[in-house]
C-alpha cells in the first residue's frame, strides 16, 4: 500500500509539473515569440530546474507542440460544444454569436498559434499534425452542420456541410491576422459575425 500510495503521489507530482511548464512555456511564448525564448526561461518561469524539464520534454518544440495540442483540443471542444447547444435544429445567429466568442477570446493564444503555424510550415511533421488538428476542427463543425438539412439551408455556393466547414475555417483564419495586427478584439468579432452569418445563411442578418 506504501508503494502504491507513493506512485500516486509522483503521478500527481508530475502532471503538476508538466502542466505548470506548459502554463509558464505559454506566457514566455505569448510575450517572446517561438525560436526567442530558452529552455531556462521557460524552467524560471515556472520555478523548476532543468531536470524537471527533461524529466517532462526532449526539447522546446516537443513542449510547443504539447501546448498546442492541449489549446486546439480544448477550443475543438468549445467550438463542437458551441454548435451543439440547439439541439436537432441550428439557430445560425445564435450559433455564430457562440462560436465567434469562443475563437476569439485569447489574443495571446493568437500569438502562440501563429508562431506554430510559421514553425510548422518549416517542418513536415509537425505541418502535418496541424493539419490533422485542422481537419478535426472542420469535421466537427460540419458534423454539427450536416445535422441542419431540413432544418436550415445552407448556401447553394458551398454545397455541403463539409464546404462550409472550410469557410468557415477560412474566415477566421483572415479575420484573426487583423485582430493580431490591430488588437481591436471588438472590431474582429464584429467582423467574424458578420461573415460566418453571410456564409452560413442568405446574408440577411449582418447588424454587428
Known amino acids: 500500500m506504501a508503494v502504491e500510495e507513493t506512485a500516486r503521489r509522483v503521478t500527481k507530482r508530475r502532471v503538476r509539473t508538466r502542466a505548470n511548464l506548459l502554463d509558464a512555456a505559454f506566457a514566455v511564448f505569448a510575450a517572446k515569440g517561438f525560436g526567442r525564448v530558452s529552455i531556462e526561461e521557460v524552467c524560471e518561469a515556472a520555478g523548476y530546474s532543468r531536470g524537471a524539464f527533461y524529466s517532462n520534454f526532449d526539447s522546446l518544440d516537443e513542449l510547443f507542440f504539447a501546448l498546442y495540442q492541449q489549446r486546439a483540443d480544448l477550443i475543438a471542444e468549445q467550438v463542437a460544444g458551441a454548435l451543439a447547444l440547439d439541439g436537432?435544429?441550428?439557430?445560425?445567429?445564435?450559433?455564430?454569436?457562440?462560436?465567434?466568442?469562443?475563437?476569439?477570446?485569447?489574443?495571446?493564444?493568437?500569438?502562440?498559434?501563429?508562431?506554430?503555424?510559421?514553425?510548422?510550415?518549416?517542418?513536415?511533421?509537425?505541418?502535418?499534425?496541424?493539419?490533422?488538428?485542422?481537419?478535426?476542427?472542420?469535421?466537427?463543425?460540419?458534423?454539427?452542420?450536416?445535422?441542419?438539412?431540413?432544418?436550415?439551408?445552407?448556401?447553394?455556393?458551398?454545397?455541403?456541410?463539409?464546404?462550409?466547414?472550410?469557410?468557415?475555417?477560412?474566415?477566421?483564419?483572415?479575420?484573426?491576422?487583423?485582430?493580431?495586427?490591430?488588437?481591436?478584439?471588438?472590431?474582429?468579432?464584429?467582423?467574424?459575425?458578420?461573415?460566418?452569418?453571410?456564409?452560413?445563411?442568405?446574408?440577411?442578418?449582418?447588424?454587428?
Open 88 to 208: 436537432p435544429g441550428l439557430d445560425v445567429p445564435a450559433a455564430v454569436d457562440r462560436v465567434t466568442e469562443v475563437l476569439l477570446l485569447d489574443r495571446d493564444w493568437l500569438l502562440v498559434k501563429t508562431d506554430f503555424l510559421v514553425h510548422a510550415a518549416r517542418a513536415p511533421e509537425v505541418a502535418r499534425t496541424l493539419l490533422e488538428h485542422r481537419a478535426r476542427l472542420r469535421r466537427a463543425i460540419a458534423d454539427r452542420l450536416a445535422r441542419t438539412r431540413g432544418e436550415a439551408a445552407l448556401p447553394a455556393v458551398l454545397v455541403d456541410a463539409e464546404g462550409a466547414a472550410h469557410a468557415v475555417v477560412a474566415a477566421y483564419d483572415g479575420v484573426t491576422v487583423q485582430l493580431l495586427l490591430d488588437g481591436d478584439l471588438e472590431r474582429a468579432r464584429g467582423w467574424l459575425r458578420q461573415l460566418l452569418t453571410a456564409l452560413l445563411t442568405d446574408g440577411s442578418d449582418t447588424t454587428v
